[in-house]
């Protein structure tokens, strides 16, 4: 899941939302590029609990994202590990349901507690891209990527205009 925050500059409810029918990893049409669509988040809602939304945080959010070809192979080989129908989660929970984002943030805490990498969260890799993007591209480029509506999300403050060094 990690790679797949890294290569989509998703957010953490998208990624943890992803269905496998979500995923184009055996492209036998078009180009034939492995992509990901990014198309719901997973959320809490007080009184509801844990749901899977059909729609992304914002209008903008829903897109489709081409993706590297490891992050593929990783998709491919999660895929056959875990023997996953096409409106299973990409990355269930040990009860097959989604995970929670905060869940998901607990055990990157856990994971990185004591290795001096503790500053490095899972938003760590989006700020990342959108750094990259907006300093190399452009910002409406970077804006649309992310899922923003408005390019003044997106714009790098002077303070962050270099990306964290993992």
Same mark, same amino acid.
């Given at each position: ?10 957010? &953490? ?7 496998? @029918?979500?995923?184009? &990893? %055996? ?9 990901? +669509?990014?198309?719901? +988040?997973?959320?809490? &809602? ?17 897109? +489709? ?11 491919? *080989? ?9 409106? %299973? ?19 990157? @805490? ?7 990498? /503790? ?6 890799? *989006? ?6 993007? %907006?300093? /190399? ?12 509506? %408005? ?9 962050? @205009? ?5």
């Amino acid at each position: 899941m990690t790679d797949l925050l890294a290569t989509t500059e998703a957010r &953490i409810g998208e990624v943890l939302a992803l269905r496998w @029918r979500d995923n184009n &990893i %055996d492209p036998s049409e078009g180009d034939g590029k492995a992509t990901v +669509t990014l198309s719901s +988040t997973v959320t809490w &809602i007080n009184g509801q609990g844990l749901i899977r939304q059909d729609h992304p945080k914002t209008a903008s959010g829903w897109r +489709t994202i081409t993706l590297p070809g490891f992050a593929t192979d990783l998709l491919r *080989r999660h895929r056959t590990e875990r023997q996953l129908a096409p409106g %299973d989660p990409a990355f269930p929970s040990a009860s097959g349901s989604c995970h929670a984002p905060h869940s998901f943030r607990r055990q990157w @805490r856990d994971a990185t507690a004591g290795t001096g990498f /503790e500053w490095v969260t899972p938003y760590s890799f *989006r700020r990342t891209v959108a750094i990259l993007l %907006d300093r /190399e591209r452009t910002t409406d480029d970077a804006a649309a990527r992310l899922g923003h509506s %408005d390019t003044a999300v997106t714009k790098t403050p002077p303070h962050c @205009r270099d990306p964290p060094r993992l």
